[in-house]
């Protein structure tokens, strides 16, 4: 069956712009999409071994006459069709539960608080969640539509980037685009990287798909990041951090979302490599 | 730093490697206690609340009161815990059904205050329910916490439920029975294990917290066959009182839907209607255990059309309280509705007949109890427990039986579902893990789906179409359009029999003009006992899947009876150990 993207729709002008994003990066890897329109301003995702309930924020609510018939106009526009999920499942009565098999969800960096928000960086705590729970990657569109032309992918050797890495070269190839990679070497040595794919069986196809291997071994994270092209679809990998770790020592996806304006992609550690 | 690796996976422990079930024990006992602390905090809270209030509720404005609670009920739930309302068990049982006992962790907190304002402030409704949420979502979220597996996890949910129960009524069959015959709806000895240590430690602790007290004063009944006879018409009145309990619940929740009203403001205005009821018959108020403790006692001293009054406001109390967005159970309105309807038919019988010498009327007022908790949750077996225990003697258990067997059974023939599945109908099948529905709802059609049929395009001519399938087993194939690739219909061995014989006909007739256009097909959103029950109905061995207009692949019967079979291996391994 055709892999799907769901889109949480908003009917707003921020809303737009991520929706533009989401059919782009249908187009692009060859995806179906699928967008729900909220009718409540709530609802729940049943993951494996957890439960996510989003408290989404008012402006999902806009106008809902108009939500369809504007959502219909965009993605018409980007000459896709789009199914428009209408929930089965009500655990109470205004409290539907969205189907998770899906295999990417496009979702802006914030979905419960003020998108004012996003500017600093921030990621909202439901996002993080859906990260952390979901088995697919999470699309985090940049703020303004902005179409990508390459693909970069953070790695920082551990598991979690190995998946990262895996996914990279899958959109690379279907989208035909280049691929770089950027590593902030820290502790371990410049050779620690190249072992770690050698082991995860990924180094052929790194030598043969991937344009350049940024390996940063003088200076931060923050100030290496201007290296990354303004056009590239970033993904990376998470761990999913406990808030009390994110609290005392900070995120890093925090301060990458805060230094670049680009589209991500961030692959949570329960994704299952389906690439 | 292994520890803290494996610290959450304690299934991976050597200890428990052993047996999974002293793994369950174990939990069991944690979520017990939990669930146990959960009852006695919810108990004293709600003591607290209504000595602070009981002053307010002889001044004129204190009708208001129930109205005021709700409100602030609704509230919480709504805006600030952002949770839908409910009575409680449905969704642990929803849960359980649908989603493999995943419950939300505010759950396990936000009806255990909601309900404190709703009951401390006089509204009418139970903290059972409330407690047993909580105490499913204190399980469902330890074994969350711990990475246990969907099975442990609905352990652990109906040790939850089964340790709050025991806590709050100290009575721990009556929670081990409730949490087996109720949420679980399964009495497997892998289970009955976890959720009888869960009882044991949520009754403990309420014993330490609270003191050994059983919550209606133990009496002895002297009762003869008579009173047996009698029983069978308490049944009768029993059954009738529960059925309309629950009408009259699902009646004013429905009307007040459709209220165009904020949820506070319906709650508001049904608290209101129960507080100025309470003017007039106190009894209605609360969760109703003083009139229930007089009645046992013969101490409830109203007459015959007081008590048949009160029995009929206790179940419009209730309704309004719940079905206007109050937050609580339906247990112990159960319980003070039946003592009402046992008391109401004793008056009546000793009446009709002054010379009999009927037993005392705190029996009937129990059996009643037992009647329409049996009734309403359609558990008899719950409601014998519960009143043999809460009451301590074991004097009544026989007409407990009948009249518990006789109303379960009336109830059923009239309302098949219980109150509590009664909403869970509605929004569509039950799928209890082990039945058909739960064991096809966790097959997914993507590994069901061939997609490695033979294609046949509608210009296809039949020598083509021969040559195409002459080595392949199936008897249909799908017919898709040659520009498009759009699905056209089916084309079968029966539809080319006629042909078969007339070999100048290979080169004349193509497969569009023999194909059936419109065949039964199945879409990937649709369930899969849709699908089956579609087959079924048209006798049909597989059926094509089609998405958007185009084919996707074949469903087969065999497949889906196969992996059904599998799952079913995996579904039952457990309780072979």
Known sequence: ?275 | MSFFVHWRHPGTWKLFRLDDRLLLIIFGMIVGVCSGIASVALNRSLAAMLEWLHPFRHIWWGFLLPGLGAALSSIFLNKIMKEGAGHGVPEVIYSISRYRGLLRFRTSFSRLISSCLTIGSGGSAGPEAPVVISGAAIGSNIAKLFSLNDRQRVALVGCGAAGAISAIFNAPIAGMVFSMEVILNEWSAVNIIPVGIASVAGTEISRILQGNQIPFSHHQFNIGFLDITACLGLAIVTAIASILFSRMINYVHHRVDKVFLPAWVRAAVGGCVVGFLGFFLPVVLGEGYTPVRAAIEGTFTPGLAIVGLATLGKIVATALTLGSGGSGGIFAPCLVVGSFAGLTYHRALSLIWPHVAWTSEGCFALVGMAGLMSGVLQAPLTGIFLIVEVTGGYEVILPLIIVAAISTTICHYVEPASFYLQELVERGPIRRPRTDAGILANLSLKELVDKDCIRVTQTMLLRDFLQAIKESPNNCYPVEDEETGDFLGMISLDDIKPYLLRSEMYDAVPIGQIMDIGPVVASPDDDLSEILGRMEAQYLSAIPLVAKGKFIGMLAKATVLEHYRQELIAQTRHLKT
């Open chain 1, 1 to 275: 069956m055709q892999r799907r993207l769901l889109h949480i729709f908003r009917n707003t002008p921020f809303g737009r712009e991520t929706l533009l994003q989401s059919v782009y990066f249908c187009k692009k890897v060859k995806l179906e999409l699928a967008i729900y329109i909220p009718e409540f301003a709530k609802f729940l995702m049943y993951f494996e071994n957890d439960v996510v309930q989003v408290d989404l924020d008012r402006s999902y609510l806009t106008s809902p006459d108009t939500a369809l018939m504007n959502a219909s106009t965009i993605v018409g526009q980007g000459d896709l069709e789009a199914e428009f999920l209408e929930p089965k499942d009500f655990p109470a009565s205004s409290l539907p539960a969205l189907p998770i098999n899906f295999d990417y969800m496009s979702c802006p960096r914030s979905i419960s608080d003020r998108s004012s928000r996003i500017g600093f960086g921030h990621i909202g705590p439901k996002v993080r969640r859906l990260v952390n729970a979901a088995r697919f990657p999470v699309l985090m569109p940049s703020s303004a539509y902005k179409e990508w032309h390459s693909v970069a992918v953070f790695f920082g050797g551990a598991a979690d980037a190995i998946t990262a890495l895996r996914l990279g070269l899958h959109i690379s190839t279907t989208c035909n685009m280049p691929l770089d990679i950027f590593t902030q070497v820290e502790n371990d040595s410049r050779d620690t990287y190249g072992e770690a794919i050698k082991d995860s069986g990924l180094d052929g196809e790194v030598k043969n798909s991937v344009r350049e291997w940024h390996r940063f071994e003088m200076g931060k994270l923050d100030d290496n990041l201007y290296a990354v092209p303004h056009d590239a679809l970033v993904v990376f990998g998470t761990y999913g951090h406990h808030p009390l770790k994110q609290i005392f020592f900070g995120s890093k996806l925090e301060r990458i979302c805060a230094a670049l304006p680009n589209n991500f992609l961030v692959v949570g550690p329960k994704h299952l490599a389906r690439t």
